[in-house]
């Protein structure tokens, strides 16, 4: 099992470009997550996703879109790339497996210019 | 909203000392807390998950433990090494949202 994967490791952005990050996790959970982590803020919910079909606002939802587009992916859009969102993006998936509930992918470092 | 606090922020040690970190939350009604450890540029692996109903848990060197009425909940780690050193972050699950502290960054020196 590659358990929750992330593209791009890394990506620099113009003011103002779109992008979008991709999630995948093949342990057939039903909630996956998207957070940004800033230094001295530790990490923040974007929007998740309770189950295949719903989304919902976390913390910091705005500047942000978000896709479940079935069970295993969960993808993350920015429209219109903002300095302020210059971050490291985490995907997470929940699922309950041998006394471990979150599993993360390996962070995307976003550079906005 | 929930807010989880992490103290120390930073922590220097020398090889073999136990320590602990901590970790508090303001609203104690939680599912669980989970204990993370991050390696710089890497993501989350968790160490430890307590259920709201438990006190502790253990594995290995590590011991956390948890008092929900009192929103806290601590990382004992036994005879530190060189290789603990990372940032151990503490997570709580409110309904579907997980809320995370800021971290400890922990160096171990040899």
């Known amino acids: 099992n590659a358990g929750v994967t992330q593209t791009p490791k890394f990506q620099v952005l113009k003011t103002g470009q779109s992008m979008t990050l991709q999630c995948a996790q093949d342990?057939?959970?039903?909630?996956m997550y998207w957070y940004r982590q800033d230094p001295g803020m530790g990490l923040r919910l974007i929007y998740y996703?309770?189950?295949?079909?719903?989304?919902d606002k976390g913390e910091v939802p705005n500047g942000y879109n978000v896709s479940r587009l079935n069970k295993r992916e969960f993808s993350l859009r920015l429209e219109s790339a903002a300095p302020s969102q210059t971050s490291v993006y985490f995907c997470?998936?929940?699922?309950?497996?041998?006394?471990?509930?979150?599993?993360f992918g390996p962070g995307t470092r976003l550079t906005v210019t | 909203k929930q807010e989880v606090t992490q103290i120390p922020a930073a922590l220097s040690v020398p090889e073999g000392e136990n320590l602990v970190l901590n970790c508090s939350f303001t609203?104690?009604?939680?599912?669980?807390l989970q204990w993370f450890r991050q390696d710089p540029g890497k993501g989350l692996t968790s160490l430890l998950l307590?259920?709201?109903?438990?006190r502790e848990q253990t594995s290995g060197r590590l011991n956390a433990s948890l008092d929900k009425s009192s929103g806290r909940s601590t990382l004992y780690i036994a005879a530190s090494q060189p290789g603990d050193s990372a940032t151990y972050l503490c997570?709580?699950?409110?309904?579907?949202?997980?809320?995370f502290g800021t971290g400890t960054s922990l160096t171990v020196i040899p």
């Open positions: 997470a998936s929940r699922g309950w497996d041998r006394g471990v509930e979150q599993y």
């Open positions: 342990m057939n959970h039903n909630s």
């Open positions: 996703s309770a189950s295949e079909g719903t989304t």
């Open positions: 609203d104690s009604a939680i599912y669980n």
């Open positions: 307590i259920q709201s109903s438990q």
């Open positions: 997570a709580v699950r409110t309904g579907n949202q997980f809320y």
